[in-house]
């Protein structure tokens, strides 16, 4: 079955306080790899897709990593603004856009 | 602003009853998704539905059901309302079928809670 696995469950950090948030997934059959952001009662907004090993994409102080079997979401001098669920999302199917989300960690960034 | 739009934004019903969630997709995408996100955990998903067919289901029982109308928008269903169906519903549209994997785009879901 295919598995994506997130951690921390859960992140406190100071402002400025730089960190990596990692995303395991099942590595057979990868088409893409999707990195989301929820705030409370909403809806997820995406933030970058990466298709394969060695990959990089950057927004704001947000840069999203992919790796063999990883994938890290890595924040530079967080800003209380940033405080939200990040989801990860794998898709394998062709044909079928199916997501497999992990369960989020949820980020709390202190003033 | 995603474009995809989610009708009603929250919603109270009794076990037992019967409810109808919309979505309307965004302009030029042809599939819809469904999930199911339960307080604390990622978005389940339940069904799939591309060019009006049904293109993939989850775990969901039979009496979780869909729609897409030619326009793309689309309808989920859920017959005998249990307790543990209070969740935020989403719908995600995208360009389904494509060669590589594209985003989703998700609208702000609906909140049902079920007494």
């Known amino acids: 079955e295919d598995q994506v696995t997130q951690s921390p469950e859960a992140l406190r950090l100071q402002e400025g306080e730089s960190s990596s948030l990692n995303c395991s997934y099942t590595v057979s059959g990868l088409r893409g790899l999707f990195w989301y952001r929820q705030d409370p009662g909403k809806g997820p907004e995406f933030l970058f897709t990466?298709?394969?090993a060695g990959e990089e994409k950057e927004k704001e102080r947000l840069k999203a990593t992919l790796t063999k079997k990883e994938s890290f979401l890595h924040i530079t001098a967080p800003k209380p603004e940033d405080s939200a669920t990040y989801l990860c999302a794998a898709s394998y199917n062709f044909g079928n856009e199916k997501l497999t989300f992990g369960t989020g960690t949820r980020l709390t960034i202190i003033p | 602003e995603t474009g995809v739009t989610q009708s009603p934004t929250h919603l109270i019903k009794t076990r037992g009853q019967q409810v109808t969630l919309r979505c309307s997709s965004q302009s030029g995408h042809n599939t819809v998704s469904w999930y199911q996100q339960a307080l604390g955990q990622g978005p389940q998903f339940i069904f799939q539905?591309?060019?009006?067919?049904?293109?993939g289901r989850g775990n969901f029982p039979p009496r979780f059901s869909g729609l897409q109308f030619p326009n793309y928008s689309s309808e989920l269903n859920v017959n005998a309302l249990e307790l543990d169906d209070s969740a935020l519903y989403l719908c995600?549209?995208?360009?389904?079928?494509?060669?590589?994997?594209?985003?989703?785009?998700f609208g702000q879901g609906t909140r049902l809670t079920v007494v």
């Open positions: 990466l298709y394969s």
């Open positions: 995600a549209s995208s360009l389904g079928r494509h060669a590589i994997a594209t985003e989703a785009f």
């Open positions: 539905y591309y060019r009006e067919e049904e293109n």
